[in-house]
């Protein structure tokens, strides 16, 4: 839809890349253990202990979430000197990790709780009960889903998921001058 995307999965990867100081921090926390034969980071393995307890899960939070932000507020600050007319955050976590309450506008992709859990297995790979296990760590959805300021329905076709996706799209760019243009104030959303 032309918006600069700004993938927080993208930055968790990057902040935890071989060689970078967010890898160096998870070793000295969670144990060589967690690594490649290559040191590359076995995130499954993170996962999985991550995801086993809550202490361990807020330990992997308060490692990665702080080098994330950072690395998406550099991103972003690029869009704002190459002018970029809208910039979305996207962010898996947003209400759990970091709050909605300094973006313009929230998007939430909406799928029922059933839902998610097949997909995690059938499209993921995950066992059942892991899967629930990572859902059981976020927020329910149906609580996101009143906090968003726009929610969009994944629960159809991919065709479906499209024409809501530009329903939304045709709402938030309204007004918006393409790059280059114009001296309206530039819009910041974030997706969930």
Do not use: C
């Not at 032309?2 to 998870?26: H, K, M, N, P, Y």
């Not at 969670?30 to 202990?49: E, N, S, V």
């Not at 307890?53 to 490692?63: F, V, Y």
Request: net charge negative; glycine share 8%; charged share 30%.
């Amino acid at each position: 839809m032309g918006a600069t995307v700004i993938d927080a999965d993208e930055a968790t990867r990057a902040v935890q890349a071989r060689g970078s100081e967010g890898l160096r921090q998870l070793v000295e926390a969670f144990g060589p253990d967690i690594l490649t034969p290559d040191g590359d980071l076995d995130r499954a393995r993170l996962a999985d202990i991550a995801f086993a307890g809550e202490e361990a899960r807020q330990r992997l939070n308060d490692i990665v979430h702080p080098l994330v932000r950072q690395w998406m507020a550099e991103r972003q600050q690029e869009a704002v000197e190459r002018d970029d007319p809208v910039v979305v955050l996207d962010i898996p976590l947003l209400f759990e990790a970091r709050g909605a309450g300094a973006f313009e506008t929230t998007v939430l992709v909406y799928a029922p709780e059933d839902v998610q859990l097949d997909r995690l297995v059938r499209l993921r790979g995950m066992g059942e009960e892991q899967a629930r296990a990572r859902l059981a760590a976020q927020m329910p959805i149906e609580e996101k889903r009143h906090l968003a300021t726009h929610v969009i329905e994944n629960t159809g076709s991919l065709d479906e998921l499209e024409q809501a996706v530009a329903r939304v799209w045709a709402q938030l760019s309204e007004g918006v001058e393409p790059p280059g243009g114009g001296d309206r104030p530039r819009r910041s959303e974030t997706t969930e």
